[in-house]
Nanobody
Framework: VQLQASGGGLVQAGGSLRLSCAASGRTFSRYGWFRQAPGREREFVAAISWSTFITYYSDSTKGRFAISGDNAKNTVYLQMDSLKPEDTAVYYC??????????????????WGQGTQVTVSS
């Protein structure tokens, strides 16, 4: 399984970016986005159940970010609006089938992409 994340870049505060994560191989039951800023733990951003398309968000991204998926392309997207400097981080996509772990936790995922840098300037 390979996950290829793309779409990161430099944007001014208040701007938008759309991240994509293309997965090769079979589909899994959940896809998620996490991020890691320098000196900080990797944290949950958003997730989607591939069977129900129910979405989950962290408190800091709810209302500004939107996760979606394209089943035919086996691709998950993260639309990020109203970006803030504190959103600056490397963003990672992840997937897996560990339904016995919370979808919002890192333990719930088996495979991780390489990460894409998002930088928001003030």
């Amino acid at each position: 399984v390979q996950l290829q994340a793309s779409g990161g870049g430099l944007v001014q505060a208040g701007g938008s970016l759309r991240l994509s994560c293309a997965a090769s191989g079979r589909t899994f039951s959940r896809y998620g986005w996490f991020r890691q800023a320098p000196g900080r733990e990797r944290e949950f951003v958003a997730a989607i159940s591939w069977s129900t398309f129910i979405t989950y968000y962290s408190d800091s991204t709810k209302g500004r970010f939107a996760i979606s998926g394209d089943n035919a392309k086996n691709t998950v997207y993260l639309q990020m609006d109203s970006l803030k400097p504190e959103d600056t981080a490397v963003y990672y996509c992840a997937t897996g089938d560990k339904s016995y772990y919370p979808i919002t936790g890192r333990s719930g995922y088996d495979y991780w992409g390489q990460g894409t840098q998002v930088t928001v300037s003030s």
